[in-house]
């Protein structure tokens, strides 16, 4: 499986022979730093770490910096782990840098990211609630979720408020997976990958792309 850490450019628009248009959201992927290789022997399960793009010398933290001293390269300011049922020690060694190149031949592929941020919803946006009518009679009312909890809804576990109830608050800021997404093209030269389609997070946010595990 191949699997790199990077960030999102931006989107843009790409026209075929036919004029047709498909839009494709740019991705900066690695070059990435192997920081470790995890075995079943010495950590009980087989996992490779990666690191993307390094830290300012005046932010590095010591348990950091001997981290990747081990590897012989420089703190990273985005680090991930990959697991593996089964590890071939020779394919992966800590200081190598894998790039785009590991892309060449896939097809399809995953990105996970972190959404962008929306601050506190309420049920319309969050939920996609219908809101109270808007004829004659409702005051102030009209963008309210309507009764939150009652006997009736739940008997015989009193009236409370129940677990998972979809109300208002804190919506975006999560982590995201979007998945078997189409690679148009791959830039070999400025580390770029072309991908169809909207990924998580805003532009210069940090995403996880890998092959995708569900598209045959």
């Not at 830290?55 to 348990?63: I, N, Q, Y």
């Not at 394919?91 to 097809?107: A, H, R």
Request: aromatic share 6%; with cysteine.
């Amino acid at each position: 499986m191949a699997m790199l850490l990077g960030k999102k450019v931006g989107m843009t628009q790409i026209y075929d022979e036919s004029g047709q248009m498909t839009p494709v959201t740019v991705l900066l992927a690695g070059p990435c730093t192997i920081l470790q290789v995890k075995t079943t022997q010495t950590d009980g399960y087989c996992a490779v770490q990666l690191g993307f793009e390094d830290v300012k010398p005046s932010r590095v933290k010591k348990p950091e910096e001997g981290h990747a001293k081990k590897s012989g390269t420089t703190v990273k300011r985005f680090v991930r782990e990959w697991r593996f049922p089964q590890l071939p020690e020779e394919t992966y060694k800590p200081g190598s840098q894998l790039d785009v190149k590991i892309f060449s031949g896939v097809q399809y592929v995953d990105v996970s990211g972190v959404s962008k941020g929306k601050g506190f919803a309420g049920v319309m946006k969050r939920h996609g609630f219908g809101g109270m009518p808007a004829s004659h009679g409702t005051e102030r009312k009209h963008r309210t979720s309507g009764s939150l909890s009652g006997h009736g809804s739940d008997r015989g576990h009193g009236g409370n408020l129940k677990k998972g109830k979809r109300m208002a608050g804190h919506m975006g800021m999560d982590r995201v997976t979007s998945r078997n997404h189409k690679l148009i093209w791959i830039d070999e030269a400025n580390n770029l990958l072309a991908v169809k389609g909207a990924v998580p997070g805003p532009a210069g946010g940090y995403v996880e792309i890998r092959t995708a595990k569900t598209k045959k």
